[in-house]
Nanobody, 122 residues
Framework: QVQLVESGGGSVQAGGSLRLSCTAP????????MHWYRQAAGKQREWVSR???????TYADSVKGRFTISKDNATNTLYLQMNSLKPEDTAMYYC????????????????WGQGTQVTVSS
């Protein structure tokens, strides 16, 4: 059974930092990418960042320069370092993994974690 488990969420004041973790056995080095998404209350789920199997990273404009995605293949852990947090970063954060279909990867996530809540107060 696939299990992605996020941790590290919490409450922080604006300008603060948090580091989210996601344990993802078998996914950090399976040849495909991993993502962070977030969903604020009453809003649609929003893509935050992606890291490829080779370590290339991309970010949403809203977090570029403040958030850093990384992974540790030895421990099968995905991270999201969040600095200079703003109240608008308040959301449930989800890690997600693409599926390796052999010759290619799914174009988006196939597996999701349960999420970890981040609350940023002004």
């Amino acid at each position: 059974q696939v299990q992605l488990v996020e941790s590290g969420g919490g409450s922080v004041q604006a300008g603060g930092s948090l580091r989210l973790s996601c344990t993802a056995p078998g996914f950090t080095s399976n040849g495909c990418g991993m993502h962070w998404y977030r969903q604020a209350a009453g809003k649609q789920r929003e893509w935050v960042s992606r890291i490829s199997t080779y370590g290339s990273t991309t970010y949403a404009d809203s977090v570029k320069g403040r958030f850093t995605i990384s992974k540790d293949n030895a421990t099968n852990t995905l991270y999201l370092q969040m600095n200079s947090l703003k109240p608008e970063d308040t959301a449930m954060y989800y890690c997600a993994a693409e599926l390796n279909l052999g010759r290619f990867c799914t174009s988006g996530p196939a597996y999701w974690g349960q999420g970890t809540q981040v609350t940023v107060s002004s």
